[in-house]
């Protein structure tokens, strides 16, 4: 189909430049971009008729990476306290 049409993991590496002249990059296209991938994730992995619970623990630990990560250097500091 037409290269605007495509998925980003239907684009070739040679004509990723092209595909990006065709997307809306505003600020109201980005936030759209969002939504609409947050409306595929909800879809695929939480709202499911027979789904477990595989999407809300990619969710939690998810959260619990980020977190981790944020607070890396406080936990690091106090575990070079508490071993000392």
């Known amino acids: 189909g037409p290269l605007s049409e495509r998925h980003l993991m239907d684009v070739r590496l040679g004509e990723l430049p092209a595909w990006l ?4 990059l505003s600020l109201q296209g980005l936030c759209g971009g969002a939504q609409k991938a947050w409306s595929s994730y909800y879809d695929k ?5 027979r789904g477990g619970p595989a999407g809300i623990s990619m969710l939690l630990a998810g959260y ?3 977190s981790y990560g944020w607070n890396y250097q ?3 500091k106090i575990s ?3 071993s000392v």
Not at 45 to 49: A, C, S
């Open 21 to 24: 002249a065709t997307r809306d």
């Open 64 to 66: 619990c990476l980020l």
């Open 80 to 82: 070079f306290l508490v």
């Open 74 to 76: 406080h936990i690091s």
């Open 45 to 49: 992995y939480i709202n499911v008729k």
